[in-house]
Nanobody, 125 residues
């Protein structure tokens, strides 16, 4: 599975962006997908994840109520809709795919086998 993240850019605080994670590979619909982010000087952190069918989603407390993850398996794409953006959301955002089950695994970067190249989101105050 190869992943391509896109949709990042510069936005003012309070604005919105939609990130996309496009995948190659016929088995993509069987994978869980997560979004992680890494701000300058900080460790990579979990943002959101979705199970293979789209029926279950998981969010970091810091983005709950502002971000929405979704997927379209027919298009091999996962989306991250980001609303009410804050300067602290500034980071490089990565999408990742993994084949696993178990609620706790979605939050763990080491459970994901495939990673995209990252897309930069900058939120100005």
């Amino acid at each position: 599975v190869q992943l391509q993240a896109s949709g990042g850019g510069l936005v003012q605080a309070g604005g919105s962006l939609r990130l996309s994670c496009a995948a190659s590979g016929r088995t993509f619909s069987t994978y869980a997908v997560g979004w992680f982010r890494q701000a300058p000087g900080k460790e990579r952190e979990f943002v959101a994840a979705i199970n293979w069918s789209g029926g279950r989603t998981y969010y970091a407390d810091s983005v709950k109520g502002r971000f929405t993850i979704s997927r379209d398996n027919a298009k091999n794409t996962v989306y991250l809709q980001m609303n009410s953006l804050k300067p602290e959301d500034t980071a490089v955002y990565y999408c990742a795919a993994g084949y696993f089950s178990g609620r706790d695994y979605y939050y763990l970067s080491e459970r994901y086998d495939y990673w995209g190249q990252g897309t930069l989101v900058t939120v100005s105050s």
